[in-house]
């Protein structure tokens, strides 16, 4: 009853910091959509710009006998590798570091260790960049598939 003494009211500290856990769980769910969003054009792009580079490749393997639905399953193939991979490499190391980052916040905080994994995000995720796939190697392949060897060959394109 002096100067000295501190009273904590522990239901209302309680209650302002899972509040703000809540804000911050919000606030990831914001920025995993936003990178969600940027990945989805990065892939689109960078995949389109990889078989516009490899044109000539393309249109070799045609020349010896290469036909066109083949060719779009050497694509895709390829293409599904490096993004399967991708995400497989991105999930490890963005779940270990989330764990670092939250064991740290909670170790703060003097709470034990609880890390809530956003699954639908990373599902999302998956699936975006399976199917973005899909269309960013379909539609370049077919509009080769659809000139002449000769022409893809010297790199002439039509469009």
């Known amino acids: 009853k002096d ?3 501190v009273l904590l009211d522990l239901q209302f500290a309680m209650k302002s910091v899972t509040s703000s856990l ?13 990178a ?8 689109m792009v960078s995949t389109t710009q990889n078989i516009k580079e490899n044109v000539w490749e393309y249109g070799c393997l045609r020349a010896i006998g290469l036909n066109s639905r083949q060719g779009l399953r ?7 590798i490096v993004i ?21 916040f909670f170790l703060f905080l003097e709470f034990p260790f ?10 999302a995720m998956f699936a975006l960049a399976l199917l973005t796939t899909f269309f960013a ?3 370049p392949v ?3 598939n659809k000139e002449r060897i000769a022409t893809t060959i010297k790199g002439i394109s039509n469009s």
């Open 84 to 104: 399967i991979c991708s995400l497989i490499l991105g999930t490890l190391v963005g779940l270990v570091l989330a764990a670092i980052c939250t064991a740290q």
């Open 74 to 80: 050497v694509f895709m193939y390829e293409q599904y």
């Open 142 to 144: 077919q509009r080769v």
């Open 114 to 123: 609880r890390l809530e994994f956003l699954a639908e995000l990373l599902y």
């Open 3 to 5: 100067d000295q003494t």
């Open 22 to 34: 809540q804000l911050f769980q919000i606030f990831v769910g914001v920025v995993g959509a936003i």
């Open 137 to 139: 190697v379909y539609l």
């Open 36 to 43: 969600l969003c940027l990945a989805f054009f990065l892939l």
